[in-house]
């Protein structure tokens, strides 16, 4: 399977702040990420009822600050109706 690069944000709200330019953070050519999809319960479609995806990731991402933020052991699980 062929790499891929998509460019993707981070949220930071967890000290709770009104969300801004200071804590959303962004990959680019510089600082980039990796997602691995560790399971997918059938075709990966929105009109599918019960859809599951699951996987890991790692990132770094910079805010309009500079700020640099780096996550080596994400993991989400996705489902939407």
Not at 10 to 27: A, E, H, K, R, V
């Amino acid at each position: 399977m062929a790499n891929t690069t998509y460019y993707g944000f981070f949220q930071d709200n967890s000290n709770g702040t009104i969300p801004g330019n200071s804590n959303l953070y962004q990959t680019n050519d510089i600082y980039k990420g990796i997602v691995n999809i560790k399971f997918a319960n059938g075709s990966i479609n929105p009109l599918r009822g019960s859809t599951i995806v699951a996987g890991t990731f790692e990132m770094e991402a910079v805010n309009a600050n500079g700020q640099i933020i780096k996550i080596t052991d994400g993991r989400f699980d996705i489902a939407w109706p």
